[in-house]
């Protein structure tokens, strides 16, 4: 586990509220017998603003730091359809447009960690969050998904703990308005 003093890996995320993350679990479970995978286990739903990886406790203060005095727009998400991702074989609920303030973010986030001497992936930002793995194959039919507003009204810190039962995802820091 992550701790305090040495490295954890980390990432910066959109943490979804309850109500979020029920509309997502029912979605998963009412279609559960066509997916096959692996669910995501409700508790770890978010999206991925920016992947840190593995960062001493010196760089996870920086990014902290710099973070905190980010401006932070609050503003709405609307995950509007279900999609496949071959290589890492998820399956998610994605977002057709980015709102701008949410662009903006990305774009700052990824500006603090090149600041505090994190390398970090050079591809597009896709707004999407994980509902199942482990699936061989892009179900054939276009599956039916309600949309969902997503408020976001503040961004996290979380770490990655690898457990013998899986991985967790802890939220070691807030900003916002949804503190």
């Known amino acids: 586990m992550g701790n305090d003093t040495g490295n ?28 096959p995978g692996v669910w995501v286990d409700p508790e770890n739903l978010h999206i991925t603003l920016v ?6 406790a010196e760089t996870r203060h920086c990014v902290t730091m710099a973070a905190t005095k980010l401006p932070f ?24 447009v980015v709102p701008v303030p949410l662009m903006e973010l990305v774009q700052r986030l990824r ?4 600041s505090c001497g994190v390398q970090i992936e050079d591809r597009p930002f896709v707004p999407h969050t994980t509902l199942l793995r482990k699936v061989r194959t892009r179900p054939h ?15 996290a810190l979380v770490e990655s703990q690898s457990l013998p039962t899986g991985v967790r ?4 820091e807030r900003w916002g308005t949804s503190r």
């Open 111 to 114: 500006a603090v960690a090149l």
């Open 73 to 96: 727009e609050p503003h709405r998400l609307r995950l509007d359809h279900i999609d496949y991702f071959v290589k890492p074989q998820v399956l998610y609920a994605g977002a057709s």
């Open 51 to 56: 992947y840190l990886g593995s960062v001493s």
């Open 141 to 155: 039919d276009a599956m039916a998904f309600p949309a969902l507003n997503w408020p976001v009204e503040g961004f």
């Open 8 to 35: 954890a890996r980390l990432f910066f995320a959109l943490w979804p509220h309850a109500e979020v993350r029920a509309a997502l679990a029912a979605w998963v479970h009412s279609h559960a017998p066509a997916l």
């Open 169 to 172: 995802y802890r939220v070691r």
